[in-house]
DNA sequence: TTAATTGCAAACATTTTGCAGGTTC
DNA sequence: GAACCTGCAAAATGTTTGCAATTAA
């Protein structure tokens, strides 16, 4: 993935605060708030502002390389990985993890509302600590 | 349903502010965020602050009378219906709906973590308006 | 009577915005 | 050099909290 390329096909000038928030966040498979890939950049030493990180996520969002996934209605969450998957939320820890596709059948998309069209589907699996 | 009831199951106080904003909200199937549910109590004309009516919607939340969906990460509504079913929500007019269980097929739970238990599933469509 | 609940305002957390200065093309 | 982007601080949301006054049981 080229983010240079991304950027350029898009408008959009290629910062070296984009170039290296991309860095960061393609690095691996994760699910990032803003928060914590603000605090990931500063610890890596790149020089960035909250606003620029938020513009930033929001671009990426925009030119579809990073998936928004809402899971506590608080704070949004950026998946780095944007082939089809699903989530699963530990409701204790916080922890949230991507489920392949293949672990649950969802077989066939429902009738829409005339005019409309599919967006995408969120499937998330809430778990917690089991009791007893 | 007995809201008297259930508040007196769980040892919580019968208070004319939480019967009066589950009237409301049991009056029919609904999505309601905090603030849409607080200005229909003013419109009935209840007596209400923005706390309680925060305080009892986390209440109902506990008591497994309503159900939380988180759609935009923004903002959490709450659904007054809680038999199993998804969501369908449309992007461009914020406007979220329910889908039947049996309008998409969700057949197996996929092999969750050790000591770990689920919850529930939330599964929401996104739809926007056909462009083009 | 007493323990819980309410209302208010202030605090909090997350995200957005306005604008001056800086950067990219 | 023109348009875009950044950083800062302030504003805008949505939600929670602290505390005095009130209310249910």
Avoid: W
Avoid at 84 to 102: A, I, Q, W
Wanted: charged share 25%; with cysteine.
């Amino acid at each position: 993935m080229n983010i240079q390329q991304i950027l350029e096909e898009r408008g959009a000038k290629v910062t070296s605060q984009r170039v290296a928030l991309a860095r960061i966040m393609f690095s691996r498979p994760q699910h990032l708030s803003a928060d914590a890939l603000m605090d990931l950049a500063l610890q890596a030493g790149v020089r960035v502002s909250k606003a620029t990180v938020y513009n930033t996520l929001n671009l990426f969002a925009e030119c579809g390389i990073v998936r928004e996934v809402n899971v506590d209605g608080k704070k949004i969450y950026y998946d780095s990985t944007i082939t089809p998957h699903h989530h699963l939320y530990n409701v204790d820890t916080g922890e949230l993890t991507d489920l392949p596709t293949d672990a649950v059948s969802l077989t066939d998309m429902p009738k829409l509302p005339e005019g409309t069209e599919a967006v995408g589907v969120d499937l998330i699996v809430k778990i917690r600590e089991r009791r007893g």
